[in-house]
């Protein structure tokens, strides 16, 4: 579940299939779709770099050719003068700040968590920021073995490392300890977010060349998008300019400042790409310098309502002019579960007013989701709610900090966590785990699987969701084989919280059979000291190097086979 606030209506468009699909736009040099695009809802399209258009979509169009379409559709021509302008200054800036950078890749196998899977390459753009830094999208060095970065003009490539990384928010600082490279170098200033209809110009290392390119054209709305890397919904700029693979992590520039990063596009519309805004730039930013990490973005935990019903309003005694949103649900792990209460209508955040709709004023006659309030929180910064509980209104002050959904939404840059005991594998339910049953994978996982990681919330913090994932064939185990993708409830009669418990559970068993308590209500008996005997068969025989995963090996009394 996202972490951040979703409304009823968000989830479903979370989880049911659409017209639409989001690329994120690194660009490769292999037909492996990358990894950092899986982690999408299920109607976004997983392949980060195939069949975006060709390279003559990422150069800028002429006037003749805006004015033409302007004809066409009625309506002034979007490029002017004064936007070629831009787009020339823009290049000039770009010169000594924009950068490519060369990314060594391997992500984890979900389905053999014991196993890397194939060495790729891809290709994405960044910029320099004050402090000698570079900004790039988190999904350009995700799950990373090797970076260089290059910048224009020369043919050295140099090795950069990173020095923090933001999936929720889809960006990333590298650093480059070469002084060699920062030679002639200059940093961009960050601006403000752009009016809807002004020019902006992106630039990048697009597919189709390997020189810098800039695409021009202008911001089309500004709003909550779902983030495509983590599944996350952050404020984002829509644009129509022709943002492709390998733009990912290039700069957005109005007049002499960027207004966002460029990190995803709408691949079954034309020219509709999305950049990072700059309130969510300065929020990682700042998060990094405070805290050396990415911390999060803020949540209050909730699923809500619109109260735009007469009836409803009525119901829970909303007087006239009263306006704001239902509570469903609260997650057990926020703040607001201790303060607030289901069926609470919560009227205003920070003493800004709350509509039916659950928008909040932005800027000249713009409305945006008042989620967008709550995300721009500092980690552990209070806010004060005003809820109407049973016709009484109430000011309360609710304690926020990033939510972690019960099931992960991703797991970049770290190796799954398994344990196996006599063939048994076990593995702790991600959505990563879930991706593997093919783009689809909203309707070919196993339905129950599928319904908790998308609506089940955490009843205390550290609890894991733990399945048996396969089994490895053995005459211990022989009969269980079907017993698989069903979830782990019990070792002997304990409840178990997460994978560490459970191997805690094991390990330390003194009974003579070990009994295991599955969702269905099927159940596994093993003779506990014949099943630790033929582990270390299995493992050989199957060419598994460990019993566990890293992770657990200072966690539980295990070994390494």
Not at 54 to 60: E, H, R, T, W
Not at 122 to 150: E, Q, W
Not at 514 to 525: I, M, S, W
Request: a negative charge; one cysteine or more; proline letters at 6%.
């Amino acid at each position: 579940m996202n972490p951040l606030s979703l409304s009823h209506d968000s989830l479903l468009a979370f989880t049911e299939s659409g017209s639409a699909a989001t690329n994120v736009l690194t660009s490769s040099s292999s037909s492996t779709p990358l990894h950092s695009t899986s982690l999408a809802a299920p109607h976004l399209n997983h392949d980060s770099f195939a069949g975006q258009g060709s390279s003559d979509d990422v150069l800028p169009r002429s006037d003749d050719a805006a004015a033409k379409e302007g004809e066409d559709s009625a309506v002034l021509p979007r490029y002017s003068t004064t936007a070629a302008t831009d787009a020339n200054s823009a290049f000039e800036l770009a010169l000594d700040s924009v950068v490519k950078i060369f990314t060594v890749s391997s992500s984890p196998s979900y389905s053999l968590p014991w196993q890397n899977g194939f060495q790729r390459e891809s290709t994405g753009s960044g910029f320099v920021i004050p402090g000698k830094r570079i900004l790039t999208n988190a999904h350009v060095v995700a799950d990373h073995t090797f970076l260089l970065v290059r910048k224009h003009g020369s043919p050295t490539k140099y090795r950069a490392k990173v020095q923090a990384v933001g999936h929720e928010c889809d960006l990333a600082i590298l650093v480059v300890e070469n002084e060699e490279f920062w030679e002639g170098m200059d940093f961009l200033e960050l601006g403000e977010i752009p009016v809807l209809q002004e020019a902006v110009a992106v630039v990048g290392y697009p597919q189709g060349g390997d020189n810098i390119c800039v695409t021009k054209g202008v911001v089309s709305r500004v709003e909550l998008t779902q983030y495509v890397h983590a599944a996350t919904q952050l404020m984002a700029i829509q644009i129509d300019a022709a943002i492709n693979p390998g733009n990912s992590g290039g700069p957005a520039i109005m007049g002499k400042k960027v207004v966002g990063v460029a990190f995803q596009n709408l691949s079954d519309a034309e020219k509709i790409g999305h950049i990072i805004p700059v309130p969510v730039i300065k929020h990682f930013i700042a998060e990094v310098e405070e805290s050396g990490k990415c911390v999060g973005f803020c949540s209050l935990g909730l699923l809500w309502q619109p109260t735009e019903n007469v009836q409803l309003r009525n119901y829970f005694h909303m007087g006239p002019g009263m306006t704001g949103i239902l509570v469903s649900r609260i997650n057990p792990l926020s703040d607001a579960h201790r303060i607030l209460k289901k069926d609470d209508i919560i009227l205003a955040f920070d003493n800004v007013p709350i509509a039916n709709d659950g928008t909040v004023p932005f800027r000249n006659r713009e409305r945006i989701t008042f989620d967008h309030l709550v995300s721009m929180k500092k980690p552990h910064e209070t806010a004060e709610v005003r809820v109407l509980r049973n016709g009484e209104e109430y000011e309360l002050s609710v304690t926020l900090q990033p939510l972690q959904p019960f099931v992960p939404v991703h797991q970049f840059d770290k190796l799954p966590s398994y344990f196996i005991f006599a063939g048994l594998v076990f593995v702790p339910l991600t959505r990563p785990y879930l991706l593997a049953f093919g783009e689809d994978w909203y309707n070919t996982s196993p339905r129950p699987l599928c319904e908790r990681a998308l609506k089940e919330l955490p009843r205390k913090a550290g609890e894991q969701l733990i399945i048996l994932s396969q089994v490895l064939m053995d005459d211990i185990n022989a009969g269980y084989e079907k017993l698989v993708e069903l979830q782990v409830k019990k070792v002997n009669g304990v409840e178990i919280e997460n994978l560490k418990h459970l191997c805690q559970l094991v390990e330390n068993c003194s009974k003579e059979s070990l009994r295991f308590d599955l969702d269905e209500e099927r159940v596994v008996v093993l003779d506990y000291h014949l099943a630790k005997t033929s582990t270390t068969q299995i493992l050989k025989r199957c060419r598994i190097p460990s019993v566990m995963s890293t992770d657990l090996m200072d966690e539980c009394n295990g070994h390494e086979a």
